[in-house]
């Protein structure tokens, strides 16, 4: 499940409360532990309203921002992978390719 804050409807930000499914691109198909976990800010497009469902599975979408699962330090994109700067611990997710270029303030979300 996917707690959905705000849904962009002609580059503008419109704040919601929806919690949504995320679809896999092969249904069924076990594998995907990595791509988000718990905590992640990620961009995602809706692909059904009744019910909700989500997909993150093209470039644009993805990861936008995450922290490491031991200490919390936000994680840089280094050499295409995920690091963590304090514990030197690289984790696995399927970011979005402006990973790491998005300012968070408050209710409002926008790409620095």
């Given amino acids: 499940m996917i707690q959905l804050y705000a849904i962009n409807e002609g580059g503008k930000l419109h704040?919601?409360?929806?919690?949504?499914?995320?679809?896999?691109?092969?249904?069924?198909?076990?594998?995907?532990?990595?791509?988000?976990s718990l905590g992640d800010i990620v961009r995602a497009k809706v692909t059904s309203v009744k019910p909700i469902y989500v997909t993150i599975f093209n470039t644009d979408l993805g990861v936008l921002k995450t922290r490491c699962?031991?200490?919390?330090?936000?994680?840089?994109?280094?050499?295409?992978?995920?690091?963590?700067?304090?514990?030197?611990?690289?984790?696995?997710r399927k970011i979005a390719s402006d990973y790491g270029n998005i300012n968070i303030s408050g209710d409002n979300c926008e790409r620095s």
């Fill in 69 to 92: 699962l031991i200490c919390r330090n936000e994680l840089i994109l280094k050499n295409n992978v995920l690091y963590c700067t304090n514990c030197q611990r690289i984790e696995t």
């Fill in 15 to 36: 704040p919601v409360d929806h919690e949504a499914k995320l679809m896999l691109p092969v249904q069924g198909k076990s594998g995907y532990t990595h791509i988000i």
